[in-house]
Protein backbone atom coordinates (compact mmCIF):
# COMPACT_ATOMS: atom_id res chain seq x y z
CA UNK A 1 0.00 0.00 0.00
CA UNK A 2 0.83 3.33 -0.76
CA UNK A 3 -0.10 5.17 2.54
CA UNK A 4 0.10 9.09 3.43
CA UNK A 5 1.78 7.93 6.44
CA UNK A 6 4.56 6.84 3.80
CA UNK A 7 5.25 10.75 2.96
CA UNK A 8 6.38 13.55 4.15
CA UNK A 9 3.90 16.49 3.43
CA UNK A 10 5.96 19.65 4.58
CA UNK A 11 5.13 22.48 2.63
CA UNK A 12 3.49 20.22 -0.09
CA UNK A 13 -0.03 20.97 -1.39
CA UNK A 14 -2.05 17.36 -1.13
CA UNK A 15 -4.83 17.25 -3.84
CA UNK A 16 -6.97 15.08 -2.54
CA UNK A 17 -9.83 13.55 -3.93
CA UNK A 18 -12.55 13.46 -1.77
CA UNK A 19 -16.21 12.07 -1.62
CA UNK A 20 -18.50 14.43 -0.34
CA UNK A 21 -21.43 13.31 -2.20
CA UNK A 22 -23.40 13.73 0.53
CA UNK A 23 -27.21 14.19 0.74
CA UNK A 24 -28.79 17.84 1.67
CA UNK A 25 -31.89 18.96 1.94
CA UNK A 26 -34.15 21.39 0.49
CA UNK A 27 -32.31 24.09 2.88
CA UNK A 28 -29.07 22.49 1.64
CA UNK A 29 -28.24 21.60 5.40
CA UNK A 30 -26.41 17.82 5.09
CA UNK A 31 -28.70 15.04 6.04
CA UNK A 32 -25.89 12.24 7.10
CA UNK A 33 -22.46 13.68 7.39
CA UNK A 34 -20.98 9.93 7.20
CA UNK A 35 -18.70 10.39 4.41
CA UNK A 36 -17.46 14.18 5.28
CA UNK A 37 -16.77 12.41 8.80
CA UNK A 38 -14.64 9.44 7.81
CA UNK A 39 -12.18 11.64 5.70
CA UNK A 40 -11.47 14.07 8.68
CA UNK A 41 -8.14 12.21 9.64
CA UNK A 42 -6.73 11.67 6.22
CA UNK A 43 -7.25 15.97 5.82
CA UNK A 44 -5.92 16.43 9.67
CA UNK A 45 -2.71 14.04 9.33
CA UNK A 46 -1.66 16.18 6.10
CA UNK A 47 -2.24 19.32 7.70
CA UNK A 48 -0.44 18.23 11.18
CA UNK A 49 2.46 16.84 8.79
CA UNK A 50 2.84 20.63 7.59
CA UNK A 51 0.97 20.71 4.69
CA UNK A 52 -1.86 22.45 2.46
CA UNK A 53 -4.88 20.61 1.46
CA UNK A 54 -6.87 20.90 -1.82
CA UNK A 55 -9.94 18.98 -1.47
CA UNK A 56 -12.19 17.96 -4.87
CA UNK A 57 -15.62 16.03 -5.08
CA UNK A 58 -18.75 15.79 -7.00
CA UNK A 59 -22.04 16.49 -5.39
CA UNK A 60 -24.84 14.70 -6.87
CA UNK A 61 -25.37 14.58 -10.96
CA UNK A 62 -25.73 17.97 -12.37
CA UNK A 63 -26.87 17.68 -15.58
CA UNK A 64 -25.41 20.62 -17.99
CA UNK A 65 -23.25 22.49 -15.99
CA UNK A 66 -23.45 24.61 -12.18
CA UNK A 67 -26.40 23.91 -10.77
CA UNK A 68 -27.23 25.93 -7.14
CA UNK A 69 -28.62 22.60 -5.51
CA UNK A 70 -25.05 20.76 -6.48
CA UNK A 71 -22.77 23.18 -5.30
CA UNK A 72 -20.23 21.96 -2.42
CA UNK A 73 -20.18 24.90 -0.97
CA UNK A 74 -23.00 24.20 0.83
CA UNK A 75 -20.47 21.69 2.78
CA UNK A 76 -18.05 24.05 4.44
CA UNK A 77 -19.51 25.12 6.92
CA UNK A 78 -19.63 22.01 8.27
CA UNK A 79 -16.16 20.93 7.33
CA UNK A 80 -15.00 24.40 8.69
CA UNK A 81 -16.64 23.27 12.00
CA UNK A 82 -15.44 19.40 11.97
CA UNK A 83 -11.83 20.57 11.56
CA UNK A 84 -11.46 23.68 13.51
CA UNK A 85 -10.17 25.75 11.12
CA UNK A 86 -11.74 27.86 7.96
CA UNK A 87 -12.22 26.69 4.43
CA UNK A 88 -11.55 28.89 1.52
CA UNK A 89 -14.00 28.01 -1.37
CA UNK A 90 -13.14 27.96 -5.70
CA UNK A 91 -16.00 29.05 -7.33
CA UNK A 92 -14.24 26.63 -10.21
CA UNK A 93 -12.27 23.46 -9.73
CA UNK A 94 -10.17 24.24 -12.68
CA UNK A 95 -10.47 28.20 -13.59
CA UNK A 96 -8.97 31.18 -12.76
CA UNK A 97 -10.29 31.23 -8.94
CA UNK A 98 -9.04 27.96 -8.51
CA UNK A 99 -5.38 28.41 -9.77
CA UNK A 100 -5.00 31.36 -7.78
CA UNK A 101 -6.22 29.96 -4.34
CA UNK A 102 -4.53 26.97 -5.04
CA UNK A 103 -0.87 28.60 -5.59
CA UNK A 104 -1.85 31.23 -1.92
CA UNK A 105 -2.34 28.48 -0.20
CA UNK A 106 -0.25 28.25 2.77
CA UNK A 107 0.65 25.13 5.43
CA UNK A 108 -1.94 24.31 7.36
CA UNK A 109 -4.71 26.18 5.36
CA UNK A 110 -7.39 23.89 3.29
CA UNK A 111 -9.33 24.70 0.07
CA UNK A 112 -12.10 23.02 -1.25
CA UNK A 113 -13.04 22.98 -4.94
CA UNK A 114 -16.08 23.42 -6.86
CA UNK A 115 -17.97 20.01 -7.88
CA UNK A 116 -16.01 18.22 -10.18
CA UNK A 117 -19.40 17.36 -12.21
CA UNK A 118 -20.27 20.77 -13.53
CA UNK A 119 -17.76 19.40 -16.39
CA UNK A 120 -18.80 16.78 -18.49
CA UNK A 121 -15.70 15.94 -18.86
CA UNK A 122 -14.85 14.46 -15.14
CA UNK A 123 -16.76 11.70 -16.16
CA UNK A 124 -15.17 10.76 -19.47
CA UNK A 125 -12.48 10.11 -18.11
CA UNK A 126 -10.26 13.59 -20.10
CA UNK A 127 -6.75 13.70 -19.58
CA UNK A 128 -6.75 17.69 -20.66
CA UNK A 129 -8.73 18.29 -17.28
CA UNK A 130 -7.13 16.14 -15.04
CA UNK A 131 -3.99 17.67 -16.30
CA UNK A 132 -5.62 20.84 -15.41
CA UNK A 133 -6.46 19.55 -12.01
CA UNK A 134 -2.96 17.83 -11.66
CA UNK A 135 -1.53 21.53 -11.61
CA UNK A 136 -3.15 22.57 -8.48
CA UNK A 137 -1.43 20.45 -5.88
CA UNK A 138 2.29 18.81 -5.54
CA UNK A 139 0.81 15.24 -4.41
CA UNK A 140 -2.23 13.12 -4.76
CA UNK A 141 -3.89 11.68 -2.44
CA UNK A 142 -7.52 9.30 -3.20
CA UNK A 143 -9.53 8.35 -0.40
CA UNK A 144 -12.50 8.49 -2.11
CA UNK A 145 -13.57 4.58 -2.25
CA UNK A 146 -17.06 5.60 -2.92
CA UNK A 147 -16.01 6.39 -6.72
CA UNK A 148 -12.82 4.03 -6.62
CA UNK A 149 -14.86 1.79 -9.59
CA UNK A 150 -14.85 4.71 -12.45
CA UNK A 151 -12.50 5.43 -14.10
CA UNK A 152 -12.91 9.57 -13.81
CA UNK A 153 -10.52 11.91 -14.48
CA UNK A 154 -10.41 12.36 -10.75
CA UNK A 155 -10.37 9.44 -9.66
CA UNK A 156 -8.03 7.47 -12.27
CA UNK A 157 -6.75 9.33 -14.69
CA UNK A 158 -4.89 12.22 -12.87
CA UNK A 159 -2.76 9.75 -11.26
CA UNK A 160 -1.04 9.69 -13.72
CA UNK A 161 0.58 13.16 -13.58
CA UNK A 162 1.86 12.10 -9.79
CA UNK A 163 4.03 9.09 -10.59
CA UNK A 164 6.38 9.24 -7.33
CA UNK A 165 3.77 11.55 -5.29
CA UNK A 166 0.31 9.47 -5.07
CA UNK A 167 -1.51 7.50 -2.60
CA UNK A 168 -4.30 6.44 -0.68
CA UNK A 169 -5.69 8.04 2.08
CA UNK A 170 -6.87 6.37 5.12
CA UNK A 171 -10.67 5.56 3.93
CA UNK A 172 -8.89 3.70 1.21
CA UNK A 173 -6.66 2.06 3.40
CA UNK A 174 -9.27 0.65 5.43
CA UNK A 175 -11.95 0.09 2.94
CA UNK A 176 -9.44 -2.49 1.27
CA UNK A 177 -7.62 -4.09 4.38
CA UNK A 178 -11.20 -4.59 5.61
CA UNK A 179 -12.78 -5.84 2.69
CA UNK A 180 -9.62 -8.44 2.36
CA UNK A 181 -10.18 -9.53 6.03
CA UNK A 182 -13.33 -10.74 4.60
CA UNK A 183 -11.77 -12.12 1.49
CA UNK A 184 -8.51 -13.32 2.00
CA UNK A 185 -8.20 -14.25 6.06
CA UNK A 186 -11.50 -15.15 6.68
CA UNK A 187 -12.52 -16.33 9.86
CA UNK A 188 -14.67 -19.32 9.55
CA UNK A 189 -17.71 -19.76 9.85
CA UNK A 190 -18.27 -16.86 7.15
CA UNK A 191 -21.59 -16.08 6.31
CA UNK A 192 -22.88 -13.60 3.73
CA UNK A 193 -26.33 -11.89 4.39
CA UNK A 194 -27.65 -10.50 1.24
CA UNK A 195 -30.90 -8.29 0.80
CA UNK A 196 -32.07 -5.45 -1.38
CA UNK A 197 -35.01 -5.60 -4.05
CA UNK A 198 -33.46 -6.95 -7.10
CA UNK A 199 -31.60 -10.45 -7.74
CA UNK A 200 -30.02 -8.99 -11.11
CA UNK A 201 -27.93 -6.32 -8.40
CA UNK A 202 -26.72 -8.90 -6.39
CA UNK A 203 -25.74 -11.78 -9.19
CA UNK A 204 -22.23 -11.32 -9.31
CA UNK A 205 -21.46 -10.98 -6.15
CA UNK A 206 -23.60 -14.23 -4.98
CA UNK A 207 -21.59 -16.42 -7.53
CA UNK A 208 -17.83 -14.67 -6.17
CA UNK A 209 -18.96 -15.35 -3.02
CA UNK A 210 -20.21 -18.63 -3.39
CA UNK A 211 -17.02 -21.23 -2.87
CA UNK A 212 -16.09 -18.85 -0.04
CA UNK A 213 -19.19 -18.61 2.21
CA UNK A 214 -20.27 -21.38 5.06
CA UNK A 215 -23.97 -19.46 5.25
CA UNK A 216 -25.80 -17.51 2.46
CA UNK A 217 -29.01 -15.68 3.78
CA UNK A 218 -30.97 -14.56 1.40
CA UNK A 219 -33.71 -11.74 2.16
CA UNK A 220 -35.03 -8.34 1.06
CA UNK A 221 -37.28 -8.61 -2.37
CA UNK A 222 -34.64 -10.58 -3.70
CA UNK A 223 -35.95 -13.63 -1.83
CA UNK A 224 -39.25 -14.26 -3.59
CA UNK A 225 -37.42 -14.49 -7.33
CA UNK A 226 -35.34 -17.47 -5.58
CA UNK A 227 -38.82 -18.75 -3.72
CA UNK A 228 -40.58 -18.76 -6.73
CA UNK A 229 -37.41 -20.31 -8.41
CA UNK A 230 -37.92 -23.49 -6.14
CA UNK A 231 -41.83 -23.42 -7.13
CA UNK A 232 -43.30 -21.42 -4.12
CA UNK A 233 -46.61 -18.91 -4.55
CA UNK A 234 -45.64 -15.72 -4.20
CA UNK A 235 -48.16 -13.95 -4.69
CA UNK A 236 -47.54 -9.95 -6.25
CA UNK A 237 -43.80 -9.69 -4.31
CA UNK A 238 -41.38 -8.62 -6.71
CA UNK A 239 -40.16 -11.25 -9.29
CA UNK A 240 -37.69 -10.96 -11.73
CA UNK A 241 -38.99 -13.64 -13.78
CA UNK A 242 -36.08 -13.57 -16.63
CA UNK A 243 -33.71 -14.91 -13.42
CA UNK A 244 -35.98 -17.62 -12.30
CA UNK A 245 -33.62 -20.17 -13.63
CA UNK A 246 -30.65 -18.08 -12.56
CA UNK A 247 -32.11 -18.41 -9.30
CA UNK A 248 -32.47 -21.76 -9.49
CA UNK A 249 -29.07 -22.79 -10.79
CA UNK A 250 -27.77 -20.68 -7.89
CA UNK A 251 -29.30 -23.25 -5.29
CA UNK A 252 -28.51 -25.92 -6.86
CA UNK A 253 -24.54 -24.79 -6.88
CA UNK A 254 -25.06 -23.97 -3.30
CA UNK A 255 -26.01 -27.62 -3.04
CA UNK A 256 -23.04 -29.19 -5.12
CA UNK A 257 -20.28 -26.41 -3.07
CA UNK A 258 -21.89 -27.63 0.38
CA UNK A 259 -22.69 -23.57 1.10
CA UNK A 260 -26.05 -23.38 3.18
CA UNK A 261 -28.64 -21.10 1.65
CA UNK A 262 -31.04 -19.77 3.75
CA UNK A 263 -34.35 -18.47 2.51
CA UNK A 264 -37.03 -17.25 4.84
CA UNK A 265 -39.61 -19.58 5.43
CA UNK A 266 -42.05 -16.75 6.06
CA UNK A 267 -42.70 -13.34 5.57
CA UNK A 268 -44.36 -10.41 6.53
CA UNK A 269 -47.21 -9.52 3.96
CA UNK A 270 -49.17 -6.26 2.75
CA UNK A 271 -52.04 -6.12 0.14
CA UNK A 272 -50.44 -2.86 -1.14
CA UNK A 273 -46.98 -1.26 -0.89
CA UNK A 274 -48.14 1.49 1.24
CA UNK A 275 -47.51 2.20 4.71
CA UNK A 276 -51.72 2.27 5.35
CA UNK A 277 -51.95 -1.11 4.14
CA UNK A 278 -53.25 -4.22 5.94
CA UNK A 279 -50.54 -6.74 6.79
CA UNK A 280 -49.94 -10.32 7.86
CA UNK A 281 -47.58 -12.49 8.50
CA UNK A 282 -47.90 -16.08 6.19
CA UNK A 283 -45.64 -18.67 4.77
CA UNK A 284 -42.84 -17.24 2.37
CA UNK A 285 -44.12 -19.75 0.04
CA UNK A 286 -48.23 -19.41 -0.20
CA UNK A 287 -48.69 -15.57 -0.57
CA UNK A 288 -51.93 -15.11 -2.28
CA UNK A 289 -52.62 -12.66 -4.87
CA UNK A 290 -53.05 -9.38 -4.18
CA UNK A 291 -51.07 -9.45 -1.58
CA UNK A 292 -47.48 -9.36 -1.39
CA UNK A 293 -44.07 -10.02 1.00
CA UNK A 294 -42.25 -6.35 2.01
CA UNK A 295 -40.50 -8.03 5.23
CA UNK A 296 -38.98 -11.58 6.46
CA UNK A 297 -41.07 -12.50 8.89
CA UNK A 298 -40.42 -13.66 12.98
CA UNK A 299 -39.73 -17.78 11.76
CA UNK A 300 -37.04 -16.14 9.53
CA UNK A 301 -35.51 -13.85 11.99
CA UNK A 302 -34.99 -16.52 14.56
CA UNK A 303 -33.17 -18.52 12.26
CA UNK A 304 -30.96 -15.97 10.94
CA UNK A 305 -30.28 -15.40 14.31
CA UNK A 306 -29.08 -19.01 15.13
CA UNK A 307 -26.69 -18.82 11.97
CA UNK A 308 -25.17 -15.76 12.79
CA UNK A 309 -24.28 -16.33 16.38
CA UNK A 310 -22.43 -18.93 15.07
CA UNK A 311 -20.37 -17.36 12.71
CA UNK A 312 -17.12 -15.47 12.92
CA UNK A 313 -17.01 -13.33 10.04
CA UNK A 314 -20.12 -11.65 8.45
CA UNK A 315 -20.39 -9.97 5.72
CA UNK A 316 -23.74 -7.86 5.28
CA UNK A 317 -25.04 -5.88 2.26
CA UNK A 318 -28.92 -5.26 1.61
CA UNK A 319 -31.73 -4.88 3.97
CA UNK A 320 -34.14 -7.63 4.76
CA UNK A 321 -37.69 -5.68 3.77
CA UNK A 322 -38.74 -1.87 3.38
CA UNK A 323 -37.11 -0.42 6.17
CA UNK A 324 -37.92 3.00 5.30
CA UNK A 325 -41.71 2.09 6.53
CA UNK A 326 -42.13 1.20 10.44
CA UNK A 327 -44.41 -1.67 9.11
CA UNK A 328 -42.19 -3.19 7.21
CA UNK A 329 -38.53 -2.37 9.48
CA UNK A 330 -38.63 -5.29 12.02
CA UNK A 331 -36.65 -7.75 9.96
CA UNK A 332 -33.65 -5.53 8.78
CA UNK A 333 -33.67 -4.06 13.08
CA UNK A 334 -33.12 -7.64 13.75
CA UNK A 335 -30.59 -8.72 11.79
CA UNK A 336 -28.77 -5.09 12.26
CA UNK A 337 -28.93 -5.97 16.20
CA UNK A 338 -27.96 -9.65 16.02
CA UNK A 339 -25.19 -8.68 13.51
CA UNK A 340 -23.59 -6.08 16.80
CA UNK A 341 -24.54 -8.18 18.92
CA UNK A 342 -22.23 -10.85 16.81
CA UNK A 343 -19.54 -7.83 16.94
CA UNK A 344 -19.21 -8.36 20.85
CA UNK A 345 -19.19 -11.34 20.99
CA UNK A 346 -15.74 -11.26 18.94
CA UNK A 347 -17.09 -11.80 14.95
CA UNK A 348 -16.04 -9.98 12.50
CA UNK A 349 -18.41 -7.92 10.89
CA UNK A 350 -18.78 -5.76 7.52
CA UNK A 351 -21.37 -3.90 6.55
CA UNK A 352 -21.63 -2.31 3.09
CA UNK A 353 -23.65 -0.90 0.22
CA UNK A 354 -25.89 2.36 0.78
CA UNK A 355 -29.60 0.49 2.04
CA UNK A 356 -27.43 -1.56 4.55
CA UNK A 357 -25.56 1.88 6.07
CA UNK A 358 -28.60 3.99 6.10
CA UNK A 359 -30.06 0.74 8.62
CA UNK A 360 -26.93 0.74 10.53
CA UNK A 361 -26.59 4.12 10.76
CA UNK A 362 -30.68 4.34 11.71
CA UNK A 363 -30.65 2.07 14.33
CA UNK A 364 -27.58 3.33 15.88
CA UNK A 365 -25.19 0.82 15.37
CA UNK A 366 -22.65 1.90 13.23
CA UNK A 367 -20.14 2.52 16.58
CA UNK A 368 -21.26 -1.50 17.46
CA UNK A 369 -19.80 -3.15 14.24
CA UNK A 370 -16.61 -3.66 12.78
CA UNK A 371 -16.14 -1.53 9.41
CA UNK A 372 -18.98 0.48 7.68
CA UNK A 373 -17.73 0.68 3.99
CA UNK A 374 -18.64 4.03 2.67
CA UNK A 375 -18.48 2.59 -1.00
CA UNK A 376 -21.73 0.53 -1.80
CA UNK A 377 -20.56 0.27 -5.58
CA UNK A 378 -17.19 0.21 -5.04
CA UNK A 379 -17.23 -2.13 -2.22
CA UNK A 380 -19.54 -4.74 -4.22
CA UNK A 381 -17.36 -4.48 -7.76
CA UNK A 382 -14.03 -5.46 -5.22
CA UNK A 383 -15.76 -8.49 -3.59
CA UNK A 384 -17.36 -9.46 -7.30
CA UNK A 385 -12.51 -9.77 -8.29
CA UNK A 386 -13.05 -6.07 -10.32
CA UNK A 387 -10.52 -4.47 -10.89
CA UNK A 388 -11.16 -0.85 -9.98
CA UNK A 389 -9.63 2.07 -11.66
CA UNK A 390 -9.26 3.78 -8.63
CA UNK A 391 -7.15 1.55 -6.80
CA UNK A 392 -5.13 0.50 -10.17
CA UNK A 393 -4.09 3.86 -10.58
CA UNK A 394 -2.31 4.52 -7.61
CA UNK A 395 -0.50 0.84 -7.59
CA UNK A 396 0.65 0.76 -10.97
Given at each position: ?73 HIVPYLAEKLGCPVK ?240 EHGTRFIAERVAEAT ?53
Amino acid sequence: MRSIDDFNFRDKRALIRVDFNVPLDASFQITDTTRIDAAIPTIKEILNDGGSVILMSHLGRPKSGPEEKFSLQHIVPYLAEKLGCPVKFADDCIGPSAVELAKELKPGEVLLLENLRFYKEEEKGDEGFARHLADLGDVYVNDAFGTAHRAHASTAVIAKFFPDAKMFGYIMNNEILNIDKILKDTPRPFTAILGGAKVSGKIEIINHLMDKVDNLLIGGGMMFTFIKAIGGDVGNSLVEDDLLELAKDTVERARMLGVNLYLPPDAVIADAFSIDASTSIRSAYDIPIPWMGLDIGPVACEKFKHVIENSKAILWNGPMGVFEMKKFEHGTRFIAERVAEATANGSFTLIGGGDSVAAINKYGLAGKVSYVSTGGGAMLEYIEGKELPGIKAILD
